[in-house]
């Protein structure tokens, strides 16, 4: 379970280069802080059953504060 982590924070880390690179540097921060969180949790040797409830929590989270950013923060029709 701690390689899928090691997984996870390889691909955080390609988009937070990418995201460097097309010059949005809040959103590479983000995903900086979401590699370094995915690193550390993949060398804590958790048990599975911890390793899923911590991926349940980082979801839960995710998708609250993405519907909430959607719902209220997006202005319809800025990007045209």
Excluded: C, D, N
């Amino acid at each position: 379970m701690e390689g899928m982590f090691r997984v996870l924070s390889f691909w955080t880390g390609i988009f937070t280069v990418m995201f460097f690179l097309g010059h949005m540097h809040t959103t590479s921060l983000i995903f900086l802080g979401q590699t370094g969180f995915f690193l550390l949790l993949s060398y804590l040797k958790l048990s599975e059953r911890m390793y899923i409830y911590v991926f349940g929590a980082y979801l839960t989270v995710f998708f609250a504060g993405f519907t909430y950013w959607t719902t209220f923060m997006m202005v319809p029709g800025a990007g045209h």
